[in-house]
């Protein structure tokens, strides 16, 4: 049996990771969330979860509580405190003794993309995409078994299609399906041992452009 805790679980790539996961019997999930009326109604009735209702940084000793005993930890957190939340969260799992997390962030934190997308995605993104450049520091630095995932913009499509980048590679495409990234973060949390200590692009393919088709 594998624990998973995810932390930012009403989100829209959590909530396609838990369904995913759902169908795996080997996984037992817990879920931390700030407003648990937000977690999909499939999701909040399953008796199979957890659910702990808790801040990752005002409720600290709660955050620890729910890493004891977790194999994986899966972050899909947002917000300007993101250095912050990421501290609390390193200085959590290394309190419970975890090791592996994997952690969304966004495309651009280190000034990867070229081109004109990349001023689009740095306009449209703004202090926010310093929040995520902060957050994914607090993880790189910490070390843990990290997995950063740097996903382009978005898109509704409803057909698992990726390719990858490393840290250090020009960053490809400006858009990528939900579905596909939660896809790739589901086969992390399944095979722990994939992309440790590495942050990964993730786009569609032939995506390439000055921004993402939806804009």
Known sequence: MK???ILGASGSIATLIERNLLENNQVKMTLLV????KLAPDIKNDSRLKIVVADVVK????????MVGQDVIYANLYGANLGQQGKSVVRSMNEANVERIIWISANGI????????GVWNASM?????DAYAEGAKQVENSGLEYTIIRPAWFSDKDEVNYELTQKGQEFKGTEVSRVSVAAYITSLI???????HQSVGINEPNTDGSKPSFY
């Open 190 to 196: 399944l095979d722990s041992t994939k992309e440790a």
């Open 125 to 129: 993104l703004g202090s926010t995409l």
């Open 110 to 117: 280190y000034n990867e993309i070229p081109g004109k997308y």
């Open 34 to 37: 700030r407003h648990p009326e």
């Open 3 to 5: 624990n998973v805790l």
């Open 59 to 66: 409720n600290y000793q709660q955050l620890v509580n729910s």
